[in-house]
């Protein structure tokens, strides 16, 4: 890899991976819709001299090709908001895909684990049958279909896959982001989903690091590749490490089934998560076997660190 380009740059994912191609030298371009977002992360990273803004629109493969001055890797972090996935999410794979191949670069798609549907083993492992019972589960699995297309012939992709996240650039398209910033504000929190039952969760800078090592092997291609975590953590006990980081006494609130059903009457988003509770419910660890056998060791930064790391980085924003 000589230099990347990172699309959706100041998206959780896309930012925590772009500041982790900065911190290695490697010259990298930040791929936004908005030159105001771009100019204020680029400032947070000190106008790093390797960094090179590009603002267009991910909906359209011209715009992307046109920005991607040169480099060979990118990365595909973009998103788009769950009650538009349906709607949105192939489209817009479609069009990175289109300008990659007409670029004939490596593309490194981030995705997440509702392609699994419900474990049927425990831990995940890459070559877990693939059952989604949920619509955004099964939106997910033609997605990978896509990117694995033979349409494709130029471009090569590999799919990193994480669990539910965390992280100073987390923000509220991850079920913690908002949770966390409340927190870390002093505020009352909502905690989407079950906090008695232990899940998955990977701090975003140590997720950001195992990808661009990933990135940079030819023969991740043509591949899903599981992105671990730190182990597991109830709801509770990351409530209280962030409320001892803060020094919040605000209570934090489960948001379950109900709740949400009545926050989607104002806010569409919150009505889509209710169908993904069951992974708060009965949730899936990812193998990191494949990884360590042919990557490296994974990167599990404790708990107690990273929620306080995090917190600290909220509060100084």
């Known amino acids: 890899m000589t230099k990347a380009m990172v699309i959706g740059a100041t998206g959780g994912t896309g930012a925590a991976i772009t ?3 900065v911190r290695r030298g490697i010259d990298t371009i930040a791929f936004g819709r908005s030159r105001q977002k771009l100019e204020q992360f680029a400032g947070r990273l000190g106008n790093p001299a390797h960094l090179t803004l590009a603002v267009g629109d991910a909906m359209r493969p011209d ?6 001055g040169g480099a060979d890797v990118w990365f595909h972090c973009a998103n788009v908001p769950y009650h538009e996935m349906a709607s ?16 004939a670069v490596r593309v490194v798609a981030i995705d997440g684990i509702y392609p699994y549907g419900r474990r049927q083993a425990n831990p995940v492992t890459e070559e877990h049958p ?28 590999l799919i990193a896959r994480l669990p539910d996240y965390y992280g100073p650039t987390a923000n509220e398209a991850s079920y913690l982001g908002s949770t966390l910033e409340a ?45 671990p975590g730190a182990g597991l953590i109830a709801g509770r006990e990351m409530a209280k490490i962030a409320q001892s980081a803060s020094g919040s006494v605000k209570p934090v609130i ?5 709740g949400l059903s009545l926050l989607g009457i104002g806010l569409p988003v919150m009505k889509e998560v209710v169908e993904m509770l069951y992974l708060t419910e009965e949730p899936l660890t990812l193998s990191r076997d494949k990884y360590e056998r042919l990557i490296g060791p994974v990167l599990a930064t404790p708990f107690q660190e990273g929620i306080a790391s995090t917190i600290k980085a909220l509060q100084r924003k």
């Open 19 to 21: 500041e982790e191609l």
């Open 63 to 68: 715009d992307i090709a046109s920005q991607a």
């Open 88 to 103: 949105k999410l192939i489209p817009l794979g479609v069009s990175v895909m289109e300008a990659a191949e007409r670029m």
């Open 130 to 157: 693939k059952q989604p019972h949920t619509r955004k589960g099964k939106v997910r699995l033609e997605y990978e279909r896509m990117l694995f297309s033979k349409r494709w012939s130029r471009a090569k992709v």
């Open 183 to 227: 927190i870390a504000a002093g505020k009352m929190a909502f905690y989407i989903g079950n906090m008695h039952t232990p899940r998955e969760f990977i701090y975003l800078p140590d997720a950001a690091a195992m990808i661009v090592e990933l990135a940079g092997k030819d023969f991740a291609y043509g591949q899903n590749w599981n992105i």
């Open 254 to 258: 489960p948001l379950k089934k109900l």
